[in-house]
DNA sequence: CCGGGTAACTACACGGGTGTAAGACGCTAC
DNA sequence: GTAGCGTCTTACACCCGTGTAGTTACCCGG
């Protein structure tokens, strides 16, 4: 399991929505960092990777057209109904409730929907999640090194200027 | 197969919708009445039973929590892809491709899709939109009867009217 | 031909979600 | 302690879809 937490603007690009839509969705409630919430400002918002898996699958929802509105539905729906734990393969949206469905009954479940149905297979959602983790940390990696190879560098010519300084003193 | 046209308020009320809604929607092109579109104040926008199918289409979409953005998009790749006519069972949007399925291949399109799959049963759509349309009719008629005892009724008093002044007259 | 009714058109308001920019605050390094 | 940076916060503006109200134009009956 990944224990890792993630700044609010880590968390909006990992997940590919903006921060402003990040932002908005921890202050009207659709989703806030379950590691550290915000208290003002200066303070730091922490999303753990369970977070970032909802973030996720809302940033698909929103992909397939549906309405904010409506996802926030979905998810109240689920808090609500404790044991939704996003371990199934598919979640299966019908009108007002929310079926989590692992391959087999999924058929059923269709066979039964008399309205529109919305379904979103969750495989997908943890590989790309974790691709961007991975990428970002990657990233992140390559700053901090050519930040170093930076300062390595001014330090070398600054030694050579100290050098050339005491070999040829005052020659202006 | 139903050859009747309906008016703009009048397929409102049948799919069960606002008449801003109709009126923006095809001010919008999302969908225009086939039979007779808007010409100007005081023209008549006529619709087909066909229209009232798509409507009723769209507004079971909107109730599912889906953005008119993304019906449009469905709505115009069906339009692109001649063909879509409506005798499936079902329509599953995926992504940006719209496919029609009765019953069988929908199992398989489930399971190949990756992004989020919203699945619209059709067999509702026309039930509901019939029974609409004759709870309709059973009103206007119902309607037209009243007015016409109302009428009848008028006219009775004013023959008793008459026939009161005929032999009291002037008793004021 | 004219008056009333109906329906389309126009205009304005409003709420939700988002973009953008400036302000306020805490943390860390010096 | 103070400078700077990252972050949250606030403020404003915009677009879309819809509600509401008033205006214009056609149609039909007299």
């Not at 590989?127 to 930040?147: A, M, Q, W």
Request: net charge negative; aromatic share 4%; proline share 2%.
């Amino acid at each position: 399991m990944n224990n890792e937490t993630y700044s609010g603007h880590s968390a909006a690009e990992i997940v590919g929505i903006t921060y402003r839509q990040l932002d908005y969705w921890a202050s009207t409630n659709l989703i806030r960092p379950s590691a550290a919430d915000a208290s003002g400002s200066g303070s730091r918002r922490r999303y753990t990777y369970k977070d970032l898996l909802e973030l996720k699958v809302i940033k698909k929802m929103l992909d397939a057209g549906i309405k904010l509105p409506k996802i926030r539905d979905v998810f109240a729906y689920m808090r609500d109904h404790v044991g939704t734990e996003i371990a199934s393969a598919h979640i299966v949206i019908d009108g007002n409730s929310v079926i989590l469905c692992d391959g087999d009954n999924l058929v059923d479940v269709l066979r039964h929907g008399q309205g529109v149905l919305n379904v979103l297979p969750l495989t997908g959602v943890r590989e790309e999640v974790d691709n961007r983790i991975v990428s970002l940390s990657d990233r992140i990696r390559e700053t901090e090194e050519r930040v170093r190879a930076e300062a390595e560098r001014a330090e070398e010519s600054a030694r050579l200027a100290r050098e050339s300084r005491g070999t040829a003193q005052g020659d202006a």
